[in-house]
């Protein structure tokens, strides 16, 4: 499965932006999906994922701003970010994996497809 993120970009605070993550060579129906993002100087950290076929898991940081979502039509996944924040600025990174458990959602290593990421930057 390869995965290419998009819909990275510019936006002041409060604002919103949709990021997609398409994925080729696979489908995406009955994966897990997580997205994950890295500011500079920063480790990465987990944004959101969620299991096949739907549970989901929500960083403390982005819980009733960024929505996860899926279209298996599509083969793409999406990550809706509203009232953002120039703390959410970072290199934003999808990733698939065939089996986790719901508990390691949020381990990166728990994931082997990732995508190139997409730099969103906040401005205040």
């Known amino acids: 499965v390869q995965l290419q993120a998009s819909g990275g970009g510019l936006v002041q605070a409060g604002g919103s932006l949709r990021l997609s993550c398409a994925a080729s060579?696979?489908?995406?129906?009955?994966?897990?999906m997580g997205w994950f993002r890295q500011a500079p100087g920063k480790e990465r950290e987990f944004v959101v994922g969620?299991?096949?076929?739907?549970?989901?898991m929500t960083a403390d940081s982005v819980k009733d701003r960024f929505t996860i979502s899926r279209d298996t039509s599509i083969n793409t996944v999406y990550l809706q970010m509203n009232s953002l924040k120039p703390e959410d600025t970072a290199v934003y990174y999808c990733?698939?994996?065939?089996?986790?458990?719901?508990?390691?959602?949020?381990?990166?290593?728990?994931?082997?497809?990732w995508g190139q990421g997409t730099l969103v930057t906040v401005s205040s």
């Open positions: 990733a698939a994996e065939s089996r986790i458990i719901y508990s390691q959602l949020a381990v990166p290593s728990s994931y082997h497809y």
């Open positions: 969620t299991r096949w076929p739907g549970s989901t």
């Open positions: 060579g696979g489908a995406l129906r009955g994966y897990s």
